[in-house]
Nanobody, 126 residues
């Protein structure tokens, strides 16, 4: 599985961005997917995840009510809609896949995922 993120950029606080993660390979439909972020000061942090059907989701407390995760299994694409962005959301955002995950499972630990994208930078100015 190859994962390629896009959609990052520079935005003012209060603005919105939509990240995309395009996946190659036949296993996307059977993969749990997640978004993580990392800053130079912090460890990698779970942001959002969803199971292979998209029916089960999990969001970090810091982004609940502002971010939405979704997927399109026809387009093999994962999305992260980010609204009401804050300067503390500034980070490199990575998408990740856990192939052949159990139906309802949404992993939240980075070590559980077996494929990662290269990351896309999100910068929120105050």
């Amino acid at each position: 599985v190859q994962l390629v993120e896009s959609g990052g950029g520079l935005v003012q606080a209060g603005g919105s961005l939509r990240l995309s993660c395009a996946a190659s390979g036949r296993t996307f439909n059977y993969s749990a997917m997640g978004w993580f972020r990392q800053t130079p000061r912090n460890e990698r942090e779970f942001v959002a995840g969803l199971n292979w059907s998209g029916g089960a989701t999990n969001l970090a407390d810091s982004v609940k009510g502002r971010f939405t995760i979704s997927r399109d299994n026809v387009k093999n694409t994962l999305y992260l809609q980010m609204n009401s962005l804050k300067p503390e959301d500034t980070a490199v955002y990575y998408c990740a896949a856990l192939t052949y995950a159990s139906a309802g499972y949404v992993p939240t630990e980075g070590a559980e995922y077996n494929y990662w994208g290269q990351g896309t930078q999100v910068t929120v100015s105050s």
